[in-house]
Nanobody, 115 residues
Framework: QVQLVESGGGLVQPGGSLRLSCAAS????????MGWYRQAPGKQRELVAT???????NYADSVKDRFTISRDNAKNTVYLQMNSLKPEDTAVYYC?????????WGQGTQVTVSS
């Protein structure tokens, strides 16, 4: 069982930056494919970015060149650096872990982009 705890959300002005963190429990973090998803009010949850155990990232078109996903396997933590934030990035951001048939979700952290 892997538990995920997100942190780092908050209120930021358009054009600003935030860094989200997700700490995972357990001893096999490095084999997990980690990801960030988000869900805006009235919309479906959508993929933001994923990263393999080896550090290969994949991004939604809407966040490419603005967001960077990274991980520190020694700290069991995955990060999402968000730059040039836009109001449409406002959502609850969820951390996600996956390995074969195993899936785990965090509780979510709110990101609000507003002036």
């Amino acid at each position: 069982q892997v538990q995920l705890v997100e942190s780092g959300g908050g209120l930021v002005q358009p054009g600003g930056s935030l860094r989200l963190s997700c700490a995972a429990s357990g001893s096999r973090f490095s084999i997990l494919v980690m990801g960030w998803y988000r869900q805006a009010p009235g919309k479906q949850r959508e993929l933001v970015a994923t990263i393999t155990g080896g550090g290969r990232g994949n991004y939604a078109d809407s966040v490419k060149d603005r967001f960077t996903i990274s991980r520190d396997n020694a700290k069991n933590t995955v990060y999402l650096q968000m730059n040039s934030l836009k109001p449409e990035d406002t959502a609850v951001y969820y951390c996600h872990a996956e390995y074969r048939s195993f899936v785990s979700w965090g509780q979510g952290t709110q990101v609000t982009v507003s002036s």
